[in-house]
C-alpha cells in the first residue's frame, strides 16, 4: 500500500487521537495475569494490536472486540506462543513476564531484531534470572520455566518493555521485589496503575524504583488506554510541515512535553489538559541540538518526525543524537535526500540542513519512519509517493484519512 501525497495543503481544524499502541500491547500482555474479565477501553484498531489479539486467542484468551473497547478473559491451553503471530510484533515479547508469573513456563519464538536495531532482551532475561527463572535461549527462540521469587534487581538501562516484563513476572511472586532504575514512560505508569486496579501491591508508581509485593491472584479491571502521545506528536509535525492551524483532542500534553518544548519557541500553542492548538505562520531556521533518551527526554519514537521538520527548516542546522537505537538515522536521512534534503548521518549523529523539500518517491521503512516521511511529503513542493506504508499502518489508524480531514490531499493506492 503506498500514499500518494500533493504538499503545501494548508492543514486547518480538529483532529482527535486514540489510544497508544505501546500502552495497549503492555496492557494486553498482562491479561494473562487473570483468567477475569478485562475490559480495555479506548483500545486503537492497529494491526499490532489486531495481532497481539490472534497470538493471546490463539493461546487460549477469549477475546470481544466492539469499535475501540476490547473484552479479553479466560485462561491460557497452551504457554507456547504461535510462531505466526509471536513474530509479527515485538509486542509479543511483552506477554512474556506475565505467562511466567502465571503458569512458570513459557515458549516464545524470539520477535528479533528490525529495522531499527537489534534489540536484544538480556536486561529482561537476567531480571528473570534474577527471580529464579531459567532460561534457556536459542538464536530465535526462548525457552523459560521456574517459579518468579521476589528480588532486588537494577536495570542497566531503563528499558520499557523489561520494566512492564518484570513488573508483570513480580505481581503473583512470593516476597518482594525492589527494581531500580526502570522506565518511567507514560504507558509503563499505565500499566502499573492496571496492575494495582487488578488487585497488585506496587509502591513508587511511576517513579524509576519500584516496589512490588506479590500477592495470591489478580482479578479483573476496566481500565482507559492513554492516548498516543506519538500520534499527537504525528499530528503536531504535519501541521508544522504545512504552516497550519490544528486543534488536537483527546491527547495529553503532559506526555510529550519534550516534544512541545522544542516547537514553543517558534510558534503559537494553546495547551489544554487533553488538547493542544499550534498555529504555524512559517518555519523556523533550526531546531538546535537534540539528543534521544528515555522519558521524559526527547522519545526516540518522535526523532523521524523531528528529522524531517529539520530537513524543511528555513536554511539552519539542527543536529539528532539517536541514543536508543543504533540504526534509525540512516533509512530516513536517505529517503530525505530523494526529496532534496541535505543531511549527514555519522555513527549515532545526524546534522541537518535545512531546506526547501521537492516530491519524491520514498520508501517507508519501519513504523516511525514511515510517518516522518509523510509528514515531509505533506511539506514538500509537488507530489510524492510513500511506498509501502503497511509499516505505517502497524501503528496509525487511518492515518491517511484523517489527515484528509484537517486538509491534506493523500490518495491512497492499495
Ligand atoms: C519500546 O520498545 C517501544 N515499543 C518502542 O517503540 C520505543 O522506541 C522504545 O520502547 C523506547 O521508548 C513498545 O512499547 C512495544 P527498550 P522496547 O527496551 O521496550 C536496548 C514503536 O515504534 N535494550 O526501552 O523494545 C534496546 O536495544 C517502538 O512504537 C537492551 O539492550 O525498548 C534499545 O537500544 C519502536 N536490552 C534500548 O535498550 C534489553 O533487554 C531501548 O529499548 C532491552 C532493551
Known amino acids: 500500500m503506498d500514499y500518494i501525497i500533493d504538499g503545501g495543503k494548508r492543514l486547518g481544524g480538529e483532529i482527535s487521537v486514540y489510544g497508544a499502541k505501546n500502552c495497549a500491547l503492555a496492557l494486553l500482555g498482562a491479561t494473562v495475569l487473570t483468567n477475569d474479565t478485562v475490559v480495555l477501553q479506548n483500545c486503537p484498531q492497529i494491526e499490532d494490536v489486531n495481532n497481539m489479539l490472534r497470538l493471546l486467542k490463539a493461546m487460549g484468551k477469549k477475546v470481544q472486540r466492539k469499535s475501540d473497547t476490547v473484552q479479553i478473559f479466560g485462561g491460557l491451553c497452551t504457554t507456547s506462543a504461535p510462531w505466526q503471530y509471536a513474530t509479527l510484533i515485538r509486542g509479543s515479547a511483552l506477554i512474556l513476564g506475565s505467562t511466567l508469573a502465571r503458569y ?4 516464545l519464538p524470539l520477535p528479533g531484531g528490525c529495522a531499527i536495531g537489534a534489540r536484544p532482551m538480556d536486561i529482561h532475561l537476567l531480571g528473570l534470572e534474577a527471580m529464579g527463572v531459567t532460561v534457556e535461549e536459542t538464536p530465535d527462540s ?39 532504575n526502570c522506565a518511567t514512560e507514560p504507558e509503563v505508569v499505565a500499566l502499573e496503575q492496571m496492575l494495582v486496579a487488578m488487585g497488585a501491591d506496587i509502591q513508587g508508581i511511576g517513579t524509576t524504583t519500584l516496589v512490588i509485593n506479590g500477592v495470591d491472584r489478580l482479578h479483573g479491571a476496566v481500565f482507559n488506554v492513554i492516548p498516543d502521545r506519538i500520534v499527537a506528536a504525528t499530528y503536531l509535525a ?27 519557541p517558534h510558534f503559537a500553542i494553546i495547551e489544554y489538559e487533553d488538547a493542544i492548538r499550534l498555529t504555524v505562520e512559517k518555519q523556523p531556521s533550526s531546531y538546535g541540538n537534540v539528543t534521544t533518551a528515555p522519558y521524559p527526554l526527547f522519545p526516540t519514537d518522535m526523532q523521524s518526525l523531528l528529522m524531517s521538520l529539520a530537513a524543511f527548516s528555513n536554511g539552519g542546522q539542527t543536529t539528532i543524537c539517536e541514543k536508543l537505537f543504533e540504526n534509525r538515522l540512516q533509512h530516513n536521512a536517505q529517503e530525505l535526500a530523494k ?19 521537492h516530491g519524491a518517491t520514498v520508501q517507508a521503512h519501519d513504523l516511525r519512519g514511515g510517518a516522518g516521511l509523510v509528514v515531509a511529503a505533506l511539506n514538500a513542493e509537488g507530489r510524492s509517493r510513500v511506498r509501502d506504508v503497511e509499516h505505517v499502518n502497524r501503528g496509525y489508524s487511518n492515518l491517511a484519512q484523517n489527515l484528509v480531514s484537517i486538509g491534506a490531499k493523500i490518495t491512497v493506492i492499495d
Open 104 to 107: 512458570h513456563s513459557i515458549d
Open 142 to 180: 526462548l525457552h523459560c520455566f521456574g517459579i518468579p521469587k521476589g528480588t532486588n534487581y537494577n536495570l542497566r538501562f531503563a528499558s520499557v518493555g523489561a520494566t512492564e516484563n518484570l513488573l508483570c513476572a513480580s505481581v503473583l511472586a512470593k516476597g518482594e521485589s525492589v527494581f531500580t
Open 238 to 264: 504535519a501541521t508544522v510541515a504545512t504552516c497550519g492551524d490544528v486543534t488536537i483532542t483527546n491527547c495529553r500534553p503532559a506526555h510529550l512535553t519534550a516534544f512541545i518544548d522544542l516547537l514553543r
Open 339 to 357: 526529496m532534496g534534503a541535505h543531511i549527514d548521518v555519522k555513527d549515532d549523529f545526524a546534522k541537518v540542513y535545512g531546506r526547501g523539500l
